[in-house]
Antibody, heavy 124, light 108 residues
Framework: QMQLVQSGAEVKRPGSSVKVSCKTS????????FSWVRQAPGQGLEWMGR????????KYAQSFQGRVTIIADKSTSTSYMELRRLRSEDTAVYYC?????????????????WGRGTLVSVSS | SYVLTQPPSVSVAPGKTATITCGGN??????VHWYQQKPGQAPVLVIF???DRTSGIPERFSGSNSGNTATLTISRVEAGDEADYYC???????????FGGGTQLTVL
C-alpha cells in the first residue's frame, strides 16, 4: 500500500517562499498523479494543483496561478510544491494526495491516499 | 467555475440516520466523492464514484447522486462518525478539482 510522507512544519516570513515535499513509499510515482490541497485553520479543503509524473504535465487552480509550482522527481519518488510570495493568509496545512481515475472515466480524478499534512505558518 | 454547496452542519442522535447533501448544477452528470475528516487528521475517502464504498468503511455509509444533489447517508450513526465531511467533483470543463465547503456532523 502506497504511503505519502511529507516534510516537516515550516515557519516563513511574508514575501518568502516555501517548498514542501511528499515522498512516496510502497509504490511507483510514475503510475500515479499527485495533487496538493491546503486547509487554512478552521476552514475547508482547497485544491491547489496537480502533476502527472509520467508526463510531467501540471494543472493549477486559478487562485494560485503564477505563485505555485508542482514538480515530481521520479528518481526519488518525491513530489514538491513550492509556493512563492507568501502572505499571512497562506498559513495552512498543506496535503499531498494521490489521484486516481478509471478506464471508464479517465478524466475524472479523485484522491484515495493522503499525506499527513505539513503546517506552514506565515508570520512576521 | 463549478460550485458545490453543503450545509455547514448536521446534527443527529445516535442510532439515527444522517443525511449530508452536496448541491451543484447538474451534479447528477458528474462523479461525486466523499471524504471524512476528524480533527487533526488528513481526510479519508469514504465513498467514490457516487456510491462505491472504500475498503474498510462500514456498510452504514452510502452515497447517491441525481439531478442537482448528491447525498451521503450514514445509517445507525455512532459517536465515532462525528467529523467533517467534504464532497469532491472533478470539473472536466476546467480540469480542476472542486471541494464542497464541508459539513460538520455532530452526534448528539
Amino acid at each position: 500500500q502506497m504511503q505519502l510522507v511529507q516534510s516537516g512544519a515550516e515557519v516563513k516570513r511574508p514575501g518568502s517562499s516555501v517548498k514542501v515535499s511528499c515522498k512516496t513509499s510502497g509504490g511507483i510515482i510514475s503510475d500515479s498523479a499527485f495533487s496538493w490541497v491546503r486547509q487554512a485553520p478552521g476552514q475547508g479543503l482547497e485544491w491547489m494543483g496537480r502533476i502527472i509524473p509520467r508526463s510531467g504535465t501540471t494543472k493549477y487552480a486559478q487562485s494560485f496561478q503564477g505563485r505555485v509550482t508542482i514538480i515530481a522527481d521520479k528518481s526519488t519518488s518525491t513530489s514538491y510544491m513550492e509556493l512563492r510570495r507568501l502572505r499571512s493568509e497562506d498559513t495552512a496545512v498543506y496535503y499531498c494526495a494521490r489521484g486516481l481515475t478509471s478506464i471508464a472515466q479517465p478524466n475524472d480524478w479523485y484522491f484515495d491516499i493522503w499525506g499527513r499534512g505539513t503546517l506552514v505558518s506565515v508570520s512576521s | 467555475s463549478y460550485v458545490l454547496t453543503q450545509p455547514p452542519s448536521v446534527s443527529v442522535a445516535p442510532g439515527k440516520t444522517a443525511t449530508i447533501t452536496c448541491g451543484g448544477n447538474n451534479i447528477g452528470t458528474k462523479s461525486v466523492h466523499w471524504y471524512q475528516q476528524k480533527p487533526g487528521q488528513a481526510p479519508v475517502l469514504v465513498i467514490f464514484y457516487n456510491s462505491d464504498r472504500t475498503s474498510g468503511i462500514p456498510e452504514r455509509f452510502s452515497g447517491s447522486n441525481s439531478g442537482n444533489t448528491a447525498t451521503l447517508t450514514i445509517s445507525r450513526v455512532e459517536a465515532g462518525d462525528e467529523a467533517d465531511y467534504y464532497c469532491l467533483v472533478w470539473d472536466s470543463t476546467t480540469d480542476h478539482a472542486v471541494f464542497g465547503g464541508g459539513t460538520q456532523l455532530t452526534v448528539l
